[in-house]
């Protein structure tokens, strides 16, 4: 009997010792469609933006919410109001821009996304405008981290009444603060 109670315990305690806690992994790279969507909550519309920190679109409402998401998408209008492209913007208080490369074609510039792996840019603007298919932008977040995002579409038009911008992007992160991009 004290045998078997040995080799109970025995197992539970190598069972448990081989047992960790799994970490929430950091999503650092990815594709994303973001919109110059509104919704009606209460009296303040929130609005959708893109998170490098949590690795995709979130919801925000400046009533309500505290975190604040890295980059906006809206429509460029004329005073006419008449649509003429999109552009992104961010609640940074610094500069957080930089239009890194442009190109003709989705091959080109997907090249040039996946081989650009060290920021070497210094000068940064506040917006992203206008933004355009097959662009390779760099980010620099709040907390001076980088991005490299990769425009692969741009819509900007009137959506039932209302100017509208949609962008979709591939991205990558570089959460610990170095200017070298993992992938």
């Known amino acids: 009997m004290k045998k078997e109670i040995i080799i109970t315990g025995l197992v539970l305690i190598l069972g448990f010792a081989g047992c960790k806690k799994d970490e ?37 409402n400046p009533e309500s919410d505290t975190e604040i998401p890295d980059i906006f998408v809206s429509p460029i209008t004329e005073a006419s109001g008449d649509v003429t492209g999109a552009f ?39 917006l992203a405008k206008p933004i355009l298919k097959y662009q390779v932008w760099t980010f620099k977040t709040g907390k001076k981290l980088f991005a490299k995002i990769l425009l692969t579409d741009v819509q900007a038009y009137i959506k039932i009444s209302t100017p509208y911008a949609e962008t979709t992007f591939k991205w990558v992160y570089q959460p610990d603060g170095s200017n070298e991009f993992d992938n």
Do not use: Q, R, W
């Open 88 to 126: 992104l913007d961010s609640p940074n208080i610094d500069n957080s821009f930089n239009l890194t490369a442009e190109f003709d074609d989705e091959t080109s510039a997907t090249d040039f996304f996946n081989n650009y792996k060290t920021v070497d840019v210094t000068n940064f603007s506040k």
């Open 24 to 60: 929430p992994s950091i999503i650092t790279s990815g594709t994303a469609t973001l919109t110059s969507t509104l919704v009606l909550e209460g009296s303040t519309y929130s609005s959708f933006g893109f998170s490098f920190e949590k690795g995709g679109v979130i919801k925000y």
